[in-house]
């Protein structure tokens, strides 16, 4: 067992006394065990390259048209209180002589949730990664999520959910913004 699995477990320990609880009743025995396994993963895309994820398969194309990925699911852990960020992002782009496999785009925003986040900043980095790398005309991202430090710790009473967007290149006109917008609108019903 390495060190670093050993601090962490001494560390899980040391909150479950101090919340009261007795780390060695049969229930908790394997807890700190379970929470290191499962912060490894939550915490995965640290050890991630985002732009490794999109240099796999970047393909030139005359496409220019706009491709959308809508209604990817994340997880994530927000920084300040260590509790999950859950949603669902649209990410659109134009392209200007690159496009990128589909299926890297949800691997690049898992790149990102799996690490500790704000969402204003995971938005921000996704739009960042793509501009970049693909250097499309524009790109759009928008994501909504809930927050479990707010609905769990009772500062958002109900189901509240927060919707953050980062636009770049020609998604700031008005005439794409709205396209991209009229999309991501459309409900799953009219949806095949
Ligand atoms: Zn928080």
Do not use: W
Request: net charge neutral; with cysteine; charged share 30%.
């Amino acid at each position: 067992m390495d060190n670093k699995e050993e601090k962490f477990k001494e560390a899980v320990t040391t909150i479950l006394e101090i919340i009261g609880e007795d780390p060695s009743r049969e229930g908790l025995q394997k807890t700190p065990h379970r929470v290191f396994k499962a912060f490894e993963y939550f915490t995965k895309g640290y050890k991630q390259d985002p732009k490794e994820v999109l240099n796999q398969a970047l393909f030139e194309s005359s496409n220019n048209e706009m491709v959308i990925v809508r209604d990817i699911e994340f997880y994530s852990l927000c920084e300040h209180h260590l509790l999950p960020i859950i949603g669902r992002a649209h990410v659109a782009y134009i392209p200007d002589g690159k496009v990128v496999g589909l299926s890297k785009i949800p691997r690049l925003i898992e790149v990102f949730a799996r690490r500790l986040q704000i969402q204003e900043q995971l938005t921000e980095q996704i739009a960042e990664a793509i501009n970049e790398v693909i250097e499309p005309k524009g790109v759009g991202v928008v994501m909504q999520a809930r927050h479990m430090c707010m609905e769990m710790r009772g500062v958002e009473k109900a189901y509240s959910s927060t919707t953050t967007s980062a636009l770049r290149g020609i998604f700031l006109k008005e005439k794409t913004r709205k396209e991209f917008f009229d999309i991501i609108n459309t409900p799953q019903t009219n949806r095949f």
